[in-house]
């Protein structure tokens, strides 16, 4: 039995980036809205993110003067989804897409760069696109959140440089070549002076880059519009009457509280990286005994998709994959803890390359995550392998770095001793200390450095498609992905199968409505963000395409909320139970 209840318009279950929009589009169409958060902080995935979104046509990439060929947006993504293409929900995502943008910019601190190089990761497909779809969250002032900075979700530590989480784009271009160029040595002393004087004055760096700074952009609007953000307030079951979900109740400062959501509930709790369960179950490699990791946050244990199944909603299964996949290691810490590293970039820079404890290559480096997954669980489970590993030579770990290892001058010494990073002196002797076939992996050597002193890499193909290219070094020639490991002592780091977030989420309509029997929307729940199946099929098709949809559907969702009011008015609430948040700015249409 509950302690107390209170109402509102529309109850939001979890603040990450779909929630948050979800709940700012809801408010600023005047409604009242609460948003309960299961964890301690606030941002969910998204504050650990890259912060980028892939917006077809945005503002952003029409300010940067780039044109979005007629179609292609949908040809594209028909082709990557392929047996499981949504139509209806594809067209009202690129139908609303840059609309939702343009909403956030201007009502909203939603701020965006774009490099208009970043390709799609399968750029030569049919409506691939080797720039101007995917947009990042611009550099935000951590002190314009004033006391709720503590509350924001904190970045993966094995992710910053020095305490500093990059900024996509220049920042780490800069960092990569702090010793090769006078301009980068001068950005990077004083982006450290910058961050080490923002350490003593405020106890951690200020500059929230990527998608820490897309959590603080949107937290600084829910806050600006003084809509309650509860948390440490789990959700414990939905209120159902008629078949309607009228409310949930929700554990609040270690009371149950009823919550009487006259327009809906929002499930927005960021799918189950966490659920082992449903690993299990739809995970092939975790099935077939394999280990998963995931960096997501901790508290993404699938509770959104319970609770649609609980009100008669259901998961799709059919994707070609249940999550997005990554690379990862995992970074032993000082305070004997166990930290999650995502390899994203460091495959694709040249002198690293990817071997199976046979010592044998099996994909090419410079692909996406995505893909690189696919292919190395592939190749494990057709070989008998157990392990993998990224190798590099000595040159390429201080120019580029390797995992939660950063390139010169950050000390390597401490990754040493707790045996993350693996070293010899000879190719023999790194295959002894990682574990890996010495003669296979010298083999290996010899061919890829006689065709890689050339810049080419037959066996895989590095280097050849617009996305390889962007990862690489363009400082490198003929071939940026492409280049020998052949300078002593050389070095491995063990990776293994990871993911940045599940497809496999609730049937839901173009409204983000929850879908029960036959098709029919649950009325009064809707699913977004990483609760909601992905429109992209289970593939992967370049940056943002997690995030892209997560503020468009939710920016949906709260319009759709404010468009259909409940069948019948409840009575007014007593004045203490009341929350009220009033717009800015006048209702959007």
Known sequence: MSDSVISCDA?????????????????????????????????????????????????????????????????????????????????????????????????????????????????????GSAG?????????????????????????????????????????????????????????????????????????????????????????TVFDRAIPLWLSAPVQDLSIEDGRVTGATVVRDGRAVTVRARR????????????ETRRRALFPHVAAGFDHVSPSPRANTGDGLALGESAGGSVVTTLANAAAWTPVSRV????GGVGVMPHFIDRAKPGVIAVLDDGCRFANESHSYHDFVQEMVAALRARGARSAHLIC????????????????????????????????????????????????????????NRDARAGTDPRFGRGATVYNRFQGDALVRPNPNVAPLERPPFYAIRIEAGDIGTFAGLAVDADARVLGQGG?????????????????????????????????????????????AA???????????????????????
């Open 332 to 335: 032993p810490r000082g305070d």
């Open 264 to 275: 809906g509930v929002v499930l927005a709790c960021g799918g189950f990286p966490w659920d």
């Open 132 to 220: 101007g779809r995917s947009i990042v969250a611009r550099p935000f002032d951590g002190r314009e959140l004033g006391e709720r900075i503590r509350d924001l979700a904190p970045v993966l530590p094995e992710m910053t440089v020095l305490g500093i989480m990059l900024a996509s784009g220049k920042d780490v271009q800069h960092f990569m070549r702090v010793t090769r160029s006078l301009e980068s040595f001068r950005y990077v002393a004083r982006r450290l002076a910058r961050h080490w004087r923002d350490v003593l004055a405020h106890g951690r760096g200020m500059t929230l880059t990527n998608g820490n700074a897309l959590a603080a952009r949107l937290a600084k």
């Open 11 to 127: 109850l939001v279950v979890g603040a990450g980036a779909a929630g948050m929009a979800c709940a700012i589009s809801a408010a600023h169409r005047g409604l009242s809205v609460i948003i309960a958060e299961k964890a301690p902080v606030f941002g969910g995935t998204t504050a650990r993110s890259g912060g980028w979104l892939w917006i077809p046509d945005s503002p952003t990439a029409r300010e940067h003067g780039f044109t979005e060929v007629p179609g292609a947006a949908r040809a594209y993504l028909a082709h990557e989804a392929g047996a499981s293409f949504d139509p209806g929900r594809v067209d009202a995502f690129l139908a609303h897409a840059a609309e939702a943008v343009a909403f956030f910019v201007e009502h909203a601190a939603l701020r965006f760069d774009m490099p208009v190089a970043f390709p799609d990761y399968h750029a030569e497909a049919p409506g």
């Open 520 to 564: 029919r929307p649950i009325a009064g729940l809707y699913a977004v963000g990483n609760d909601a199946a992905s429109i992209m099929g289970g593939n992967y098709p370049g940056g943002g395409i997690t995030l892209g949809p997560a503020l468009t559907f939710g920016y949906l969702a709260g319009r759709h909320l404010a468009a259909h």
């Open 567 to 589: 069948p019948a008015a409840e009575p007014a609430d007593a004045p203490e139970h009341r929350t009220t948040n009033l717009p800015k700015d006048d209702p959007a249409p």
């Open 393 to 448: 030579d000595h040159r390429a770990l201080r120019t580029y770095g390797l995992g939660a290892v950063g390139p010169f001058p950050v000390p390597i010494g401490r990754h040493l001793r707790s045996g993350y990073l693996k070293r010899g002196r000879t190719i023999e002797e790194l295959a002894a200390a990682a574990g890996i076939d010495a003669a296979a992996l010298a083999a290996t050597l010899a061919e890829y």
